[in-house]
């Protein structure tokens, strides 16, 4: 699935006086900025790639390219995905041919299955509560929280801690024997796209 939301304030309680409709700074118009990102529930690494408009191959091809850079002493990479479009073309799986990353794909509609769904739902948390004026404002915030992902390291191992008692479980499932163990593995989005949609002409919602 694709997670999308835009650069309005997402408030989650408001109070007012009765008989008066609260009144928030909104955005209109769009432009669409995309991650692409693996975390792991082991150690709390995350390996991101973010770009203007939509996830596609080549985003996918640049993304494995620095999975392998930040890991170059493992002999294979796992990542565990879903079935996107992107990560079945031809271009990705002939580029993952000469590669240590290697595709363990998900069942559908398998959100469950996949935590990096909480760490999207924890990003928009966090960046969404602020009104940003400008795209490049919001676009700088998303990438200065998972740059300081460390900073919420309490928080994340709270939310992960139900994930990470079970991880070992479902990793373990699509092994097919002890002998094929991976150094690295990581969860990658349903669809491994947060897509955040920004707003750009500054309105008044009531």
Known sequence: MR????????????????????????????????????????????????????????SVMEWIDRLEASFPAASQITVYVDNARYFHARLVKAHLASKRVRFV????????????????????????G??????????????????DLPRYQSELSTLMSLFQKSAVAVVALPIKNATERAESRFYSETDANLAFSWQQTPRQTC
Not at 105 to 128: A, D, G, Q, T
Not at 130 to 147: E, G, K
């Open 130 to 147: 602020t009104f940003y004026a400008t795209y490049a404002q919001f676009t700088q915030a998303i990438d200065i929280f998972f740059q």
């Open 105 to 128: 794909y998900l069942p559908p509609y398998s959100l469950n299955l996949n935590v990096i769904e909480r760490l999207w739902k924890f990003c928009k948390k966090k960046v969404l």
């Open 3 to 58: 997670c999308t939301s835009c650069t309005n304030v997402h408030p989650g309680l408001l109070w007012s006086k009765k008989g008066c409709r609260p009144c928030l700074t909104a955005n209109s118009g769009r432009r669409r900025y995309s991650v692409l990102g693996a975390y792991s529930v082991v150690d709390g690494t995350y390996i991101g790639l973010a770009t203007d408009g939509m996830i596609n191959a080549l």
